[in-house]
C-alpha cells in the first residue's frame, strides 16, 4: 500500500482554550500511534493546517474522522498525494499554536498569515502549505 501525505485547512467554530487544545492533541496522538500516523497540525486565528502522513487507507480514514469533527467546518483538501518518504516521521501529531510573536519570528508562517488570513487562500497552494509545515519542522521542535 502507498505512503500518502494529506495537507488540508480549516476553520474553527469557535477559539478553543489551550486545555481543549491538549485534550484534542491527546486523542489524536492516541489515534495516530494506533493508525500509524504522523504529522504536524498548526492552529492560527481561527483556523488550522494539518498534514497527515501515513497508509493511504489510514489516511483517508482518519481524515474523514476529521471531516466529521463539529470544532471545525470548512475543510479544504490541499492536496493528497503518494510520498516516497515522511517528512515528520518524530511526530504522533507535532502541535504548535501560532501566536502573533511565532506568526512575525518566522518567514515561512509570515508568507501566508496576516491580519486578514483567510484558510482558502491555501487552497491550490500546496508549496506554500507545506512551507508552513516545515517551519514548524525547523523552528518549533
Ligand atoms: P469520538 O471520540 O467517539 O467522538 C464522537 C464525535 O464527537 C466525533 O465526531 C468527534 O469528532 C466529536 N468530538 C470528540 N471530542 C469532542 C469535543 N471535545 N468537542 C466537540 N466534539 C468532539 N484524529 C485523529 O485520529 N488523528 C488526527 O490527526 C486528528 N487531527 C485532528 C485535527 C483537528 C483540527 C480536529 C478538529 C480533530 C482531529 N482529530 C484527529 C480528531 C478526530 O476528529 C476525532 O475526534 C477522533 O479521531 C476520534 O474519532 P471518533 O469517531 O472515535 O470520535
Given at each position: 500500500m502507498a505512503l500518502q501525505h494529506l495537507i488540508y485547512v480549516s476553520t474553527a467554530r469557535k477559539e478553543l482554550s489551550n486545555a481543549e487544545l491538549e485534550t484534542l492533541l491527546e486523542s489524536c496522538v492516541r489515534?495516530?500511534?494506533?493508525?500509524?500516523i504522523s504529522?504536524?497540525?498548526l492552529y492560527g486565528p481561527g483556523c488550522f493546517i494539518q498534514v497527515l502522513e501515513g497508509e493511504a487507507a489510514a489516511v483517508g480514514e482518519t481524515?474523514?474522522?476529521?471531516?466529521?469533527?463539529?470544532?471545525?467546518?470548512?475543510?479544504?483538501?490541499?492536496?493528497?498525494?503518494?510520498?516516497?518518504q515522511r517528512s515528520f516521521a518524530n511526530?504522533?501529531?507535532?502541535?504548535?499554536?501560532?501566536?502573533?510573536?511565532?506568526?512575525?519570528?518566522?518567514p515561512g508562517f509570515t508568507d501566508i498569515y496576516g491580519p486578514d488570513f483567510q484558510p482558502k487562500r491555501l487552497a491550490g497552494q500546496p508549496a506554500l502549505a507545506m512551507n508552513m509545515l516545515l517551519t514548524f519542522r525547523e523552528n518549533c521542535r
Amino acid at each position: 500500500m502507498a505512503l500518502q501525505h494529506l495537507i488540508y485547512v480549516s476553520t474553527a467554530r469557535k477559539e478553543l482554550s489551550n486545555a481543549e487544545l491538549e485534550t484534542l492533541l491527546e486523542s489524536c496522538v492516541r489515534y495516530n500511534l494506533q493508525n500509524d500516523i504522523s504529522g504536524v497540525l498548526l492552529y492560527g486565528p481561527g483556523c488550522f493546517i494539518q498534514v497527515l502522513e501515513g497508509e493511504a487507507a489510514a489516511v483517508g480514514e482518519t481524515y474523514q474522522r476529521i471531516l466529521d469533527d463539529p470544532r471545525h467546518h470548512n475543510l479544504i483538501e490541499i492536496i493528497r498525494e503518494d510520498i516516497e518518504q515522511r517528512s515528520f516521521a518524530n511526530w504522533r501529531m507535532g502541535f504548535t499554536r501560532l501566536d502573533a510573536a511565532a506568526i512575525r519570528n518566522h518567514p515561512g508562517f509570515t508568507d501566508i498569515y496576516g491580519p486578514d488570513f483567510q484558510p482558502k487562500r491555501l487552497a491550490g497552494q500546496p508549496a506554500l502549505a507545506m512551507n508552513m509545515l516545515l517551519t514548524f519542522r525547523e523552528n518549533c521542535r
